[in-house]
Protein backbone atom coordinates (compact mmCIF):
# COMPACT_ATOMS: atom_id res chain seq x y z
CA UNK A 1 0.00 0.00 0.00
CA UNK A 2 1.30 3.45 -1.26
CA UNK A 3 1.65 5.76 1.92
CA UNK A 4 1.39 9.66 1.26
CA UNK A 5 4.18 11.59 3.46
CA UNK A 6 4.04 15.44 4.09
CA UNK A 7 6.58 17.39 5.44
CA UNK A 8 7.08 21.33 6.03
CA UNK A 9 4.37 22.69 7.89
CA UNK A 10 5.26 24.84 11.59
CA UNK A 11 4.21 27.77 13.40
CA UNK A 12 5.04 31.10 11.41
CA UNK A 13 3.24 34.06 11.34
CA UNK A 14 0.89 36.26 9.63
CA UNK A 15 2.81 37.02 6.10
CA UNK A 16 4.98 34.49 6.14
CA UNK A 17 5.38 31.67 3.87
CA UNK A 18 5.59 27.91 4.01
CA UNK A 19 6.26 25.24 1.63
CA UNK A 20 4.85 21.61 2.44
CA UNK A 21 5.81 18.48 0.62
CA UNK A 22 3.99 15.65 -0.33
CA UNK A 23 6.12 12.15 -1.18
CA UNK A 24 4.97 8.85 -1.74
CA UNK A 25 6.41 5.76 -0.41
CA UNK A 26 7.19 3.67 -3.72
CA UNK A 27 8.72 5.85 -6.50
CA UNK A 28 6.46 4.18 -9.61
CA UNK A 29 3.64 5.79 -7.82
CA UNK A 30 1.95 7.51 -10.40
CA UNK A 31 -0.83 9.47 -10.22
CA UNK A 32 -3.64 11.08 -11.90
CA UNK A 33 -4.68 14.09 -9.64
CA UNK A 34 -2.71 15.47 -6.72
CA UNK A 35 -4.24 17.59 -4.13
CA UNK A 36 -4.37 19.28 -0.80
CA UNK A 37 -6.80 19.63 1.39
CA UNK A 38 -7.12 21.24 5.26
CA UNK A 39 -9.16 20.66 7.93
CA UNK A 40 -9.67 23.47 10.45
CA UNK A 41 -10.36 22.28 14.45
CA UNK A 42 -14.05 21.98 13.86
CA UNK A 43 -14.21 22.53 9.92
CA UNK A 44 -15.00 19.77 7.40
CA UNK A 45 -11.91 19.02 4.96
CA UNK A 46 -11.70 21.60 2.25
CA UNK A 47 -10.00 21.85 -1.41
CA UNK A 48 -7.37 23.95 -1.28
CA UNK A 49 -5.18 23.02 -4.89
CA UNK A 50 -4.84 20.35 -7.04
CA UNK A 51 -2.69 19.40 -10.05
CA UNK A 52 -3.29 17.31 -13.10
CA UNK A 53 -0.49 15.02 -12.99
CA UNK A 54 -0.10 14.35 -16.73
CA UNK A 55 -1.18 18.16 -17.66
CA UNK A 56 0.13 20.26 -15.14
CA UNK A 57 -3.41 21.64 -14.57
CA UNK A 58 -3.94 23.39 -11.31
CA UNK A 59 -6.95 24.12 -9.24
CA UNK A 60 -6.83 26.39 -6.92
CA UNK A 61 -9.81 27.34 -3.51
CA UNK A 62 -10.88 31.06 -4.22
CA UNK A 63 -9.13 31.93 -0.81
CA UNK A 64 -5.88 31.16 -1.35
CA UNK A 65 -5.91 31.66 -5.44
CA UNK A 66 -2.84 34.11 -5.89
CA UNK A 67 -1.25 33.25 -2.62
CA UNK A 68 -0.62 29.32 -3.12
CA UNK A 69 0.91 27.75 -5.49
CA UNK A 70 0.93 23.88 -6.00
CA UNK A 71 4.26 22.46 -8.24
CA UNK A 72 6.13 18.74 -8.30
CA UNK A 73 9.02 17.78 -9.52
CA UNK A 74 8.57 14.76 -11.23
CA UNK A 75 12.09 13.26 -10.92
CA UNK A 76 11.19 12.90 -7.00
CA UNK A 77 7.93 12.45 -7.55
CA UNK A 78 6.83 14.87 -5.00
CA UNK A 79 3.92 17.93 -5.25
CA UNK A 80 4.67 20.86 -3.32
CA UNK A 81 2.27 23.29 -2.06
CA UNK A 82 3.96 26.87 -1.46
CA UNK A 83 2.21 29.24 0.36
CA UNK A 84 2.45 32.90 0.45
CA UNK A 85 0.91 35.90 3.03
CA UNK A 86 -0.39 33.51 5.26
CA UNK A 87 -2.91 34.31 7.45
CA UNK A 88 -4.50 32.81 10.96
CA UNK A 89 -7.34 31.73 8.91
CA UNK A 90 -5.63 29.40 7.22
CA UNK A 91 -4.70 27.52 10.39
CA UNK A 92 -5.52 23.67 9.84
CA UNK A 93 -3.97 20.69 9.62
CA UNK A 94 -2.86 20.12 5.60
CA UNK A 95 -3.16 16.90 3.89
CA UNK A 96 -2.21 15.47 0.58
CA UNK A 97 -3.69 13.25 -1.39
CA UNK A 98 -3.55 11.00 -4.28
CA UNK A 99 -6.12 9.93 -6.95
CA UNK A 100 -5.06 7.11 -9.26
CA UNK A 101 -8.33 6.60 -11.80
CA UNK A 102 -9.66 8.76 -14.41
CA UNK A 103 -13.69 7.82 -14.36
CA UNK A 104 -16.20 10.34 -13.21
CA UNK A 105 -15.32 12.39 -9.98
CA UNK A 106 -15.20 15.63 -8.39
CA UNK A 107 -12.19 17.24 -8.04
CA UNK A 108 -12.88 18.83 -5.05
CA UNK A 109 -14.38 16.36 -3.06
CA UNK A 110 -12.34 14.19 -0.79
CA UNK A 111 -14.36 11.11 -1.53
CA UNK A 112 -12.53 11.63 -5.15
CA UNK A 113 -8.94 10.77 -3.47
CA UNK A 114 -7.94 7.08 -2.79
CA UNK A 115 -4.57 7.99 -0.84
CA UNK A 116 -3.64 10.32 1.73
CA UNK A 117 -1.21 11.38 3.80
CA UNK A 118 -0.93 11.97 7.80
CA UNK A 119 -1.55 15.64 7.80
CA UNK A 120 0.52 18.38 8.63
CA UNK A 121 0.29 20.90 10.87
CA UNK A 122 0.30 24.71 9.90
CA UNK A 123 -0.25 27.37 12.75
CA UNK A 124 -0.21 30.93 11.49
CA UNK A 125 -0.76 33.76 14.72
CA UNK A 126 -1.44 37.35 14.17
Known amino acids: QVQLAESGGGLVQAGDSLRLSCAPS????????MAWFRQAPGKTRVHVGS????????LYEDSVKGRFTISRDNAKNTVYLQMRRLTPEDTAVYYC???????????????????WGQGTQVTVSS
Open 97 to 115: AARTSIGTYLRTSWTAYDY
Open 26 to 33: ERTFSPYV
Open 51 to 58: LMWNTGNT
